[in-house]
């Protein structure tokens, strides 16, 4: 299980900002030099131009502000990150429903959760395997609201698929012949967290699930 990937992003923005925030400092402090030298032996007859360098001094003064709201910025994201990642955690055992349409064929066994806008919709089920080809493809009638779409594995030529992540694909009408969106859900428990993105990812075996598909939360039911 990957946990550390927000530590080593977080440590590398901040190094970077510190790095720009020293070279700002150093030429900063040049261009005061430069500047007091300038106006101690300027010509009197032609004095240098003082709203050139007020100009200069306001846009190096921008730019620390700018540095400023990056660093609270960058201190916003590393607590958002310890936040999601603490949340992610505390899934780990737990039964999850998310927003996809990709499930882990294990055992067998392999389901969707697919709602359908109305009733009366019919359609076409097709899975692809994870290179993207047609393993099966059945046709479907939808009543309104949720309803649980399972496959055994079978193929349809009555071969078994072997197991792994497949996805999940609804073509449909409703009755008066309009296309019909019918969405799906995957659920499974959580074995693990990838934080190694910078973004919790919640692992269902082989299956990625984005923290922010989390759609509900549950104990996992007690193995017999």
């Given at each position: 299980m990957a946990v550390d990937g927000i530590a080593t992003t977080g440590a590398a923005a901040t190094d970077a900002s510190s790095s720009t925030r020293t070279t700002l400092a150093s030429n900063f402090d040049t261009f005061l030099s430069l500047l007091t030298t300038q106006l101690r032996n300027q010509n009197p007859l032609d004095p240098l131009d003082t709203n050139q360098f007020t100009q200069q001094l306001v846009q190096f003064a921008g730019v620390e502000q700018q540095l400023k709201t990056n660093d609270t910025l960058t201190a916003l994201l590393a607590a958002n990150n310890t936040a999601q990642a603490g949340a992610a955690?505390?899934?780990?055992?737990?039964?999850?429903?998310a927003d996809g349409d990709t499930a882990l064929l294990d055992d067998?066994?392999?389901?969707?959760?697919?709602?359908?806008?109305?009733?009366?919709?019919?359609g076409t089920v097709t899975i692809r395997d994870a290179n993207g080809a047609v393993v099966f493809t059945k046709a479907a009638e939808f009543a309104y609201g949720d309803q649980e779409f399972a496959w055994d594995g079978r193929?349809?030529?009555?071969?078994?698929?072997?197991?792994?992540?497949?996805?999940?694909?609804?073509?449909?009408?409703d009755v008066a012949g309009n296309a019909a969106a019918v969405t799906s859900e995957v659920k499974g428990v959580v074995d693990g967290v990838d934080l190694s993105t910078g973004e919790a990812?919640?692992?269902?075996?082989?299956?990625r699930i984005?923290?922010?598909?989390l759609k509900s939360v549950r104990a996992a039911a007690a193995s017999s």
């Open positions: 955690l505390g899934l780990v055992g737990r039964e999850i429903t067998g066994k392999a389901s969707w959760k697919l709602t359908s806008p109305k009733d009366g919709v019919t193929k349809t030529d009555g071969s078994r698929a072997a197991e792994g992540l497949y996805s999940i694909a609804v073509d449909a009408k990812v919640l692992l269902l075996g082989e299956l984005p923290l922010g598909s």
